[in-house]
């Protein structure tokens, strides 16, 4: 059933807190490429142990879900997310004084599973809104927006800076998230299944373990496959002999056209034709993939990249409402989050491997072919009937 055109205030409230804390806390994983240099420079570090700080932050901020299915359902949200959000300033804060390399990676660590924790809060609260798809396609803008203007403005602004400046900027950009916390009401989760925000004609009361399963599945086949191509596009451009300065150009278009089919599924939010629609966005992403098979031209991997990105930002959110879906298990948006986690983690690391096994990218495309369709059978199955 659509949703109406303008939601409840409670619902408003819910938007703006995931807008906020979506944008800064995610800034986190956006930041790598702006302070891999300083980090580098600054505690002499090897790619080896540049590449293990990253992989612990961003293994930090996906392992929050473990212990968020200990409180989740028991804390207030509201004191969760003072709590967690004090520790993210404090952690930033810290990072800019430590000159020590273990103690960054101990710092690093601990912020991330605050922001991760705070994350699990937010796809909990997206689910239980009346108009799920608008929700989570809030929480996708708002990520890639910050992280287009980070990629934007951070390396010109921060030039002739140490690191220890930009974690600083973190820390206030997360200290004003703290004015939007009374957004949202902090019993949410403690309530009846039926006396959420979502009404129980929306939350089916019974989760179908068969349909959580294959939800689940479609969930980690889906970032297995997307991040391991997305890891690897400018690997791709260069071994068909696509010049740096062209490629890069090519991938922030491909931002660009993931922030516009974001907003697109934001405005048009839970919609009849959902099913329509992930059908739509499975066989173009998939298309794209095939597309860069063969070592392709630049016009060619302009179009395979743009439409990747396009159909994975449009894709998110209609998979993640159709989650939401299922049933009304306050943990179910807590171990979907878990998949994505282990889903962003595999992939690269199978896409790596693939590739230096067999010299090529052969391999690592069709993988992702295979998991992109996989994917897109596996969440129709999961679908309820209307």
């Given at each position: 059933?659509a949703?109406?055109?303008?939601?409840?205030?409670?619902?408003?409230g819910?938007?703006t807190?995931?807008?906020?804390?979506s944008?800064?806390?995610?800034?986190?994983l956006?930041?790598?490429?702006?302070?891999?240099g300083k980090?580098?420079?600054?505690?002499?570090?090897?790619?080896?142990?540049?590449?293990?700080?990253?992989?612990l932050?961003?293994?930090?901020f996906?392992?929050?879900?473990?212990?968020?299915?200990?409180?989740?359902?028991?804390?207030?949200?509201?004191?969760?997310?003072?709590?967690?959000?004090?520790?993210?300033?404090?952690?930033?804060?810290?990072?800019?004084?430590?000159?020590?390399?273990?103690?960054?990676?101990a710092?690093?660590?601990?912020?991330?599973?605050?922001?991760?924790?705070?994350?699990?809060?937010i796809?909990s609260?997206?689910?239980r809104?009346?108009?799920?798809?608008?929700?989570?396609?809030?929480?996708?803008?708002?990520?890639?927006?910050?992280?287009?203007?980070?990629?934007?403005?951070?390396?010109?602004?921060y030039?002739g800076?140490g690191?220890?400046a930009?974690?600083?900027?973190?820390?206030?950009l997360?200290?004003?998230?703290?004015?939007?916390?009374?957004?949202?009401?902090?019993?949410?989760?403690?309530?009846?299944?039926?006396?959420?925000l979502?009404s129980?004609?929306?939350?089916?009361?019974?989760?179908?373990?068969?349909?959580?399963?294959?939800?689940?599945?479609?969930?980690?086949?889906?970032?297995?496959?997307?991040?391991?191509?997305?890891?690897?596009?400018?690997?791709?451009?260069?071994?068909?002999?696509?010049?740096?300065?062209?490629?890069?150009?090519?991938?922030?278009?491909?931002?660009?056209?993931?922030?516009?089919?974001?907003?697109?599924?934001?405005?048009?939010?839970?919609?009849?034709?959902?099913?329509?629609?992930?059908l739509?966005?499975?066989?173009?992403?998939?298309?794209?993939?095939?597309?860069?098979?063969?070592?392709?031209?630049?016009?060619?991997?302009a179009?395979?990249?743009v439409?990747?990105?396009?159909?994975w930002?449009?894709?998110?959110?209609y998979?993640?409402?159709?989650?939401?879906?299922?049933?009304?298990?306050?943990h179910?948006?807590?171990?979907?989050?878990?998949?994505?986690?282990?889903?962003?983690?595999?992939?690269?690391?199978?896409?790596?491997?693939?590739?230096?096994?067999?010299?090529?990218?052969?391999?690592?495309?069709?993988l992702?072919?295979?998991?992109?369709?996989?994917?897109?059978?596996?969440?129709?199955?999961?679908?309820?009937?209307?």
């Amino acid at each position: 059933m659509a949703s109406p055109a303008v939601g409840t205030s409670s619902d408003r409230g819910t938007y703006t807190y995931i807008a906020v804390f979506s944008a800064v806390l995610y800034t986190v994983l956006l930041i790598a490429p702006v302070i891999a240099g300083k980090l580098a420079a600054q505690f002499g570090l090897s790619p080896v142990e540049l590449g293990m700080l990253f992989s612990l932050e961003l293994g930090a901020f996906s392992l929050a879900t473990v212990p968020a299915y200990l409180w989740l359902t028991r804390m207030n949200l509201r004191t969760a997310t003072y709590l967690f959000t004090a520790v993210v300033i404090a952690g930033n804060l810290a990072s800019g004084f430590i000159d020590s390399f273990a103690l960054l990676v101990a710092a690093r660590v601990i912020t991330s599973l605050a922001a991760g924790s705070i994350t699990v809060i937010i796809l909990s609260l997206s689910g239980r809104t009346s108009n799920p798809s608008r929700a989570f396609g809030i929480f996708v803008v708002f990520q890639l927006a910050m992280g287009a203007l980070i990629l934007a403005v951070f390396p010109a602004l921060y030039a002739g800076t140490g690191v220890a400046a930009i974690y600083w900027t973190l820390a206030g950009l997360a200290a004003l998230c703290l004015l939007v916390v009374r957004c949202i009401d902090g019993d949410a989760l403690r309530k009846n299944d039926g006396g959420g925000l979502a009404s129980a004609a929306q939350v089916p009361e019974r989760l179908p373990v068969g349909k959580f399963v294959l939800g689940m599945a479609a969930v980690l086949l889906f970032y297995i496959a997307l991040s391991g191509v997305w890891a690897f596009m400018a690997q791709l451009s260069a071994g068909a002999g696509i010049d740096l300065s062209a490629s890069s150009l090519v991938l922030s278009v491909a931002t660009v056209a993931g922030i516009v089919s974001a907003l697109v599924a934001t405005v048009l939010g839970d919609t009849p034709k959902r099913r329509l629609f992930l059908l739509g966005g499975y066989i173009a992403m998939a298309l794209s993939v095939a597309l860069l098979f063969g070592a392709p031209g630049l016009v060619r991997f302009a179009i395979a990249a743009v439409i990747f990105k396009f159909a994975w930002t449009f894709i998110l959110p209609y998979l993640l409402s159709s989650l939401s879906s299922l049933g009304s298990s306050k943990h179910l948006m807590n171990t979907t989050n878990l998949m994505i986690g282990t889903g962003f983690a595999i992939g690269p690391i199978v896409s790596g491997s693939l590739i230096q096994s067999s010299g090529s990218f052969g391999g690592m495309l069709t993988l992702a072919v295979v998991g992109v369709l996989a994917s897109l059978l596996c969440i129709m199955g999961a679908q309820r009937k209307a």
